[in-house]
């Protein structure tokens, strides 16, 4: 069993940055490809971005591209996402996913999620 727990969302303001992290128990995430969702109040929950178990893909929503950057470290067992330029439309709470690749990750067929961490986002 894999436990994923999210952690560096906090209040910010507009233009400012934040990485959040995502750190696995139980068992390694070498083997499972990885990505974030967000879902702000009253909305779905969307795909921000994914990135492959060896770290060579990446994918980003087009809300994000260009500002947000998706990494890991599989010796850390970790997953990060940078996120800069950040904007009032970011706010949400944001969840660590994994998924046996980056298409289930993109199309939201998750096998592990974190239970969230927040950001804001102030203008």
């Known amino acids: 069993q894999v436990q994923l727990v999210e952690s560096g969302g906090g209040l910010v303001q507009t233009g400012g940055s934040l990485r959040l992290s995502c750190a696995a128990s139980?068992?390694?995430?070498?083997?499972?490809?990885m990505g974030w969702f967000r879902q702000a109040l009253g909305k779905e929950r969307e795909f921000v971005s994914a990135i492959s178990w060896s770290g060579g893909s990446t994918y980003f929503a087009d809300s994000v591209k260009g500002r947000f950057t998706i990494s890991r470290d599989n010796a850390k067992n970790t997953v990060y996402l940078q996120m800069n330029s950040l904007k009032p439309e970011d706010t949400a709470v944001y969840y660590c996913?994994?998924?046996?690749?980056?298409?289930?990750?993109?199309?939201?067929?998750?096998?592990?999620w974190g239970q969230g961490t927040r950001v804001t986002v102030s203008s």
């Open positions: 996913a994994a998924a046996p690749n980056t298409a289930a990750v993109r199309a939201g067929t998750i096998v592990y």
């Open positions: 139980g068992r390694t995430l070498s083997h499972y490809a």
